[in-house]
C-alpha cells in the first residue's frame, strides 16, 4: 500500500494486520490449515484458522458449546410443537396415516 505525502514522495506504509495472508513465520501445519470462512465488516474473508470440524474461527461460533443452549434450556423456550422431536413425531404419524389411507 502506497501513499504520497506532501512533499510528492511516495511512501510504502505498512499493511492491515487483518488483510495480510498468514505469516510465513508461522509453522507449516497453522500455515496451512483452513481459513475462517466468515466476512469482516469490510466484506474481505477472515484470516484466522478455522476451529476443528468448523468452517469457522472461535471469535465467530467456532468454538465448542458455542450459541444459546436448545430446547427447555433456551430463554426464549415456550413450548416444544417445534423442535426436531416434536416434527419428527409428526411426520411418522402423517406418513401411518398415509399408508393406513392407502390400504382402504
Do not use: Y
Amino acid at each position: 500500500m502506497c501513499t504520497i505525502t506532501s512533499m510528492g514522495e511516495s511512501k510504502d506504509l505498512e499493511q492491515n494486520p487483518a488483510q495480510r495472508e498468514p505469516s510465513s513465520k508461522l509453522p507449516a501445519s497453522l500455515r496451512k490449515a483452513p481459513r475462517c470462512q466468515a466476512k469482516t465488516r469490510q466484506g474481505l474473508s477472515c484470516l484466522s484458522p478455522a476451529a476443528n470440524g468448523k468452517r469457522v474461527c472461535r471469535m465467530h461460533g467456532g468454538s465448542k458449546k458455542s450459541g444459546a443452549p436448545r430446547g427447555e434450556r433456551h430463554p426464549k423456550f415456550k413450548h416444544g410443537r417445534w423442535s426436531v422431536e416434536a416434527r419428527a413425531e409428526r411426520a411418522a404419524a402423517h406418513a401411518l396415516l398415509r399408508s393406513l389411507k392407502d390400504l382402504v
